[in-house]
């Protein structure tokens, strides 16, 4: 699909998800994003890429080729795969590397440096309220039977 079709056929809910998917990754709130936050956006999710692929992956995403991604470009080249509905077996994949002490949960403290590796810093409160949205049985985390 040629430049900014996909971005056309998303529900405004799908372009408002990957708005703040992306605005997680603009660590200095800059409105883009630069190989460093896209770095450091890898990292934070558990994926490990050296420098080459890294700058590889940039240059694939920068669509207009000038040093930096903006929003529409993140959103037409994520956009497919973002909303591809993924087997339990990937979500449980992503779960396990978001709960660093293996246990079945990720709590406010893993909530947290999973945020603070993106480069973004939230209160505790601000932590408990997310944990709060998708917190079925009112223990204070987030369980993978309730993500799957």
């Known amino acids: 699909m040629s430049y900014n079709k996909k971005i056309k056929k ?7 998800e990957l708005r703040q998917a992306f605005d997680l990754f603009d660590a200095d ?3 883009d994003l630069s190989l460093i936050e ?8 558990g994926v490990t890429v050296s420098d080459r692929e890294a700058r590889q992956m940039f240059a694939a995403i920068d669509l207009d080729k000038n040093g930096l991604i903006e929003f529409h470009e993140f959103a ?22 978001f709960d660093h002490n293996h246990d079945g949960y990720i709590e406010a403290d ?3 440096a999973i945020l603070t590796k993106l480069g973004r810093n939230y209160s ?5 309220r997310m944990i709060a949205q998708v917190d079925e049985d009112g223990n ?7 993500m799957v």
């Open 29 to 31: 709130g800059s409105g």
């Open 124 to 128: 505790n409160e601000e932590i408990r």
């Open 76 to 97: 037409e080249v994520i956009a497919d795969s973002y909303f591809k509905k993924l087997t339990r077996a990937e979500i449980v994949e992503a779960f396990r590397r």
């Open 140 to 146: 204070g985390k987030i369980c993978i039977e309730g």
């Open 10 to 16: 998303l529900t405004s809910g799908q372009v408002k």
């Open 38 to 45: 896209l770095k450091k956006a890898l990292v934070a999710l």
């Open 110 to 112: 893993e909530l947290k």
